[in-house]
């Protein structure tokens, strides 16, 4: 079965950048997205399609996807953005996967 | 406004059977696939399945951990869709997402929108 690998958490500093990876065979080929969780909440989509970004989403959020990575990039990052983050992909044998999250923290 | 509501969460026993439903409002739940993902607490998102929009045939995935146990269906004419949960096990225990799912492109979806959550609790 098809999986996605993500680190269980990233540190950064406000204003600073935040890079989040997802590691998966042949990722590439695939579509990542990627999802927004705060406690109590239920997770909001923040990219689609790799690069895309939905309406409402600040323009500090992009995403990237390259060989097997997918990376999310949050650029002047805010205390807001301190969450649980996501990654999903489509497998033709697996069907939707998600990886384990990574818990991102503003410090 | 797209919104999704599930119902029908609870306490149930293990071995026994749950349905739950997704209400959908604020576009035509016929243009879409519909899925399901669920969260142990305090754990990570784990996609349980979906269904195909009648288009491509209403046609369903799901996840090994419940193939055989859970089904997904929907009503279009309701705007609802369902998740019978058969043969229930401890470890089903979890909040259920019901999403709105985009696609295909090429042949992947992906969820694009989320409902609140319902808890489901299997415990004797």
């Known amino acids: 079965s098809y999986e996605l690998t993500q680190p269980p958490s990233v540190s950064v500093s406000p204003g600073q950048t935040a890079n989040i990876t997802c590691s998966g065979d042949?990722?590439?080929?695939?579509?990542a997205s990627w999802y927004q969780q705060k406690p109590g909440q239920s997770p909001i989509l923040v990219i689609y399609?790799?690069?895309m970004r939905p309406s409402g989403i600040p323009e500090r959020f992009s995403g990237s996807n390259s060989g097997n990575t997918a990376t999310l990039t949050i650029s002047g990052t805010q205390a807001m953005d301190e969450a649980d983050y996501y990654c999903?992909?489509?497998?033709?044998?697996?069907?939707?996967?998600f990886g384990g999250g990574t818990k991102l923290t503003v410090l | 406004e797209v919104q999704l509501g599930e119902s029908g969460g609870g306490l149930v026993q293990p071995g026994r059977s749950l349905r739950l439903s997704c209400t959908a409002s604020?576009?035509?739940?016929?243009?879409?696939?519909v899925g399901w993902v669920r969260q142990a607490p305090g754990k990570g998102l784990e996609w349980v399945g979906f269904?195909?929009?009648?288009?491509?045939?209403?046609?369903?995935e799901y996840a090994a951990s419940v193939r055989g146990r859970f089904i997904i269906s929907r009503d279009d004419s309701k705007s609802i869709a369902y998740l019978q949960m058969n043969s229930l096990r401890t470890e089903d225990t979890a909040v259920y997402y019901c999403?709105?799912?985009?696609?295909?492109?090429?042949?992947?979806?992906?969820?694009?929108?989320w409902g609140q959550g319902a808890l489901v609790t299997v415990s004797s």
């Open positions: 999403t709105r799912d985009r696609g295909p492109i090429l042949t992947a979806y992906y969820p694009d929108n």
């Open positions: 604020g576009f035509s739940l016929g243009d879409y696939a």
């Open positions: 269904i195909r929009s009648l288009v491509y045939g209403g046609t369903t």
């Open positions: 042949d990722l590439e080929d695939k579509f």
């Open positions: 399609q790799d690069t």
């Open positions: 999903h992909a489509w497998d033709n044998s697996t069907a939707g996967v």
